[in-house]
């Protein structure tokens, strides 16, 4: 079956950075696009950043531009979001991603993929 497997989040203190990897298993890889979408207490489940499986095509939120970088190495089956000056506003569940949809910026605006990760908790502390 396929499994999303996140690792890295933590606790880290406002302005500082962590990385996000997703291992995926049980599915042919790089033929998925892949993304991570983020739910922080009390709020919906938003987009934070996407990738084509080629790798050629990335996609992020207002909130993350410039910030957050998403990439894949197809390799490893497994895809990394890099996130720089981290602000309390990240803090949230992050979760991983996967999806064959032909159409990536409505599966982004739905927010309904393939397959989902069970998530990995980031905490920025102020």
């Known amino acids: 079956q396929v499994q999303l497997v996140e690792s890295g989040g933590g606790l880290v203190q406002a302005g500082g950075s962590l990385r996000l990897s997703c291992a995926a298993s049980?599915?042919?890889?790089?033929?998925?696009?892949m993304a991570w979408f983020r739910q922080a207490p009390g709020k919906e489940r938003e987009f934070v950043a996407a990738?084509?499986?080629?790798?050629?095509?990335?996609f992020y939120a207002d909130s993350v531009k410039g910030r957050f970088t998403i990439s894949r190495d197809n390799a490893k089956n497994s895809v990394y979001l890099q996130m720089n000056s981290l602000k309390p506003e990240d803090t949230a569940v992050y979760y991983c991603?996967?999806?064959?949809?032909?159409?990536?910026?409505?599966?982004?605006?739905?927010?309904?993929?393939?397959?989902w990760g069970q998530g990995t908790r980031v905490t920025v502390s102020s």
């Open positions: 991603a996967a999806t064959r949809a032909p159409n990536l910026e409505l599966v982004i605006s739905t927010g309904s993929p393939d397959y």
């Open positions: 049980g599915l042919t890889f790089s033929t998925y696009a």
């Open positions: 990738i084509s499986w080629s790798g050629k095509r990335t």
